[in-house]
């Protein structure tokens, strides 16, 4: 079963770091290129950031450009994704799906709570 | 970036209805647009891909149809687990992909 398990999730100050990742199985996850996309309570789907299967091409939202870091162990079958200068804006529910231009699966999610 | 408007936000419909949501382009997208259905506290479910394809597993009372700038997504006989919310989302350009802000579907 293809099984996508995000964590990392938590409560942090505006202006702190926190490091989600997502662990991968079910599948050959170094064959596929992966997305981070998160949703703020109560909102919309907004798409966070991509990265491909060999860590060649990466892209960020405007929102985030220059604060988080996508990246990925295709050894170890997970992404990550390293969010700096937290923002309260930045609070969400945090989902890594594959990418097959449309998404597929989803994980579950972790929630991230930006405030002091 | 594209935009994504569907309509409506939000409406409300019984069991057994046939419902019709809409999403438009901001521009041509040819047919490269998902649906996704989110329950409550889930995840996004993947239902319908290339406009009109039918994610495997997906009942057949959805439907997609459309290209171009205009989409719609149909099911045919809603029954109680379909009430949700509905996303569409394009991948013709990105970075960055972009979805519509959501139809949350609910029992009249």
């Known amino acids: 079963e293809v099984q996508l398990v995000e964590s990392g999730g938590g409560l942090v100050q505006p202006g702190g770091s926190l490091r989600l990742s997502c662990a991968a199985s079910g599948f050959t996850f170094s064959s596929y290129s992966m997305n981070w996309v998160r949703q703020a309570p109560g909102k919309g789907l907004e798409w966070v950031s991509y990265?491909?299967?060999?860590?060649?091409?990466?892209y960020y939202a405007d929102s985030v450009k220059g604060r988080f870091t996508i990246s990925r162990d295709n050894a170890k079958n997970s992404l990550y994704l390293q969010m700096n200068s937290l923002r309260d804006e930045d609070t969400a529910v945090y989902y890594c799906?594959?990418?097959?231009?449309?998404?597929?699966?989803w994980g579950q999610g972790t929630l991230v709570t930006v405030s002091s | 970036a594209i935009r994504m408007t569907q309509s409506p936000s939000s409406f409300s419909a019984s069991t057994g209805d046939r419902v019709t949501i809409t999403c438009r382009a901001s521009?041509?997208?040819?047919?490269?647009l998902a649906w996704y259905q989110q329950k409550p506290g889930k995840a996004p479910k993947l239902l319908i891909y290339a406009a009109s394809t039918l994610q495997s597993g997906v009942p057949s009372r959805f439907s997609g149809s459309g290209s171009g700038t205009d989409f719609t997504l149909t099911i045919s006989c809603l029954q109680s687990e379909d009430f949700a919310t509905y996303y569409c989302?394009?991948?013709?350009?990105?970075?960055?992909?972009?979805f519509g802000q959501g139809t949350k579907l609910e029992i009249k």
């Open positions: 990265i491909s299967s060999s860590s060649s091409t990466i």
């Open positions: 521009q041509g997208i040819s047919s490269y």
């Open positions: 989302q394009q991948y013709y350009s990105y970075p960055p992909y972009t």
């Open positions: 799906a594959r990418d097959f231009d449309w998404l597929l699966p």
